[in-house]
């Protein structure tokens, strides 16, 4: 109630400079762009304005309250520019859930110089008003949607696109676990079968180019292998250097067949000293 008391000694003082003559104020709604989300905060503005020299005494908004969440005034501002007086208070609501609702009609009572005297001027009343009591504006009631939060969808905007785009590759690559390795037997593990086991890791880490050159390395050893070594070959160069990203069933292919051709010759590569 303090705020209200200095706002309406602030405006008694102002339309002191001038006349006690009545004025009609204009009421504008200033309504937050796009839909409301629930447990979001939607903000109306809702200005009085009136050109001076005479002004008025304005007072806290009305709402009613709402089923379907909440409602409340938050502050009110007050302006004066080229003889135009303005005071802005902001009706906040929060809505509970989605669908369509109608917003409550908005009612701001005010009073003129000469509804008061000098005592009401300077101490204004403390109780709420009663009904009728004062001249109000009013803002017709409104249909207004809620529907679910699309935060992503906005932030997928400009910059956000390449970095989702980012972030939805890297995380597929640690969801999505490549074909299983090839068990060998319990022997010292091949140069080649430790190469295909670090393009395996690679890949999880979300390696494309070092999960290629790991197979290549495994194929070091299997020269006669011409057909895989072309395969793995190109796809390395386009990751490396023209930035292809390779889908997950052609990672799996590679894989696949570079296990195949170890699996079949795993003797023929020297084994790691």
């Known amino acids: 109630m303090k705020s209200w008391i200095r706002l309406t000694l602030v405006i008694a003082a102002i339309g002191g400079m001038g ?7 204009e009421l ?11 447990n979001v905060p939607y903000r109306i503005v809702c200005e009085v304005s009136w050109t001076g020299p005479a002004t008025l005494s304005v007072l806290p908004a009305k709402i009613e309250s709402i089923d379907w969440g909440a409602a409340k005034v938050e502050k009110a501002v007050s302006s004066t520019r080229d003889g135009i007086f303005r005071v802005s208070q902001t009706v906040t609501l929060v809505p509970a859930r989605t669908g369509t609702f109608k917003v409550p009609e908005i009612l701001i009572p005010f009073r003129n110089p000469e509804d008061q005297n000098p005592s009401e001027a300077s101490a204004p009343a403390t109780n709420p008003m009663a009904p009728g ?3 109000t504006l009013r803002a ?13 969808a906005w932030f997928s905007a400009g910059l956000g696109v390449p970095l989702l785009l980012g ?4 995380f597929a690559r640690k969801r999505r676990s490549p074909a299983e390795p090839i068990s060998f037997s319990e022997r010292a593990p091949t140069a080649g ?17 070092e999960f290629y050159l790991q197979l290549n390395r495994a194929l070091s050893a299997h020269p006669g292998e011409t057909g895989v070594i072309k395969q793995i070959r190109e796809h390395a160069q386009a990751v490396g250097y023209q930035g292809t990203v390779p ?23 020297a084994r790691p000293a």
């Open 19 to 25: 006349g006690a003559e009545a004025v009609e104020p």
């Open 28 to 38: 504008r709604l200033l309504r937050q762009a796009g839909s409301a989300h629930p």
């Open 133 to 135: 009591a004062h001249p």
């Open 140 to 152: 017709d009631p409104f249909i207004l949607p809620v529907r679910p939060d699309r935060t992503l």
């Open 167 to 170: 972030l939805g590759w890297w």
């Open 193 to 209: 079968e430790m190469a295909l086991e670090e393009a395996r890791r690679q890949r999880l880490d979300g390696h494309p180019y």
């Open 247 to 269: 889908t997950d069933a052609q990672m799996n292919a590679d894989y696949e067949a570079v296990a195949r051709v170890l699996a079949r010759q795993p003797h023929e590569e």
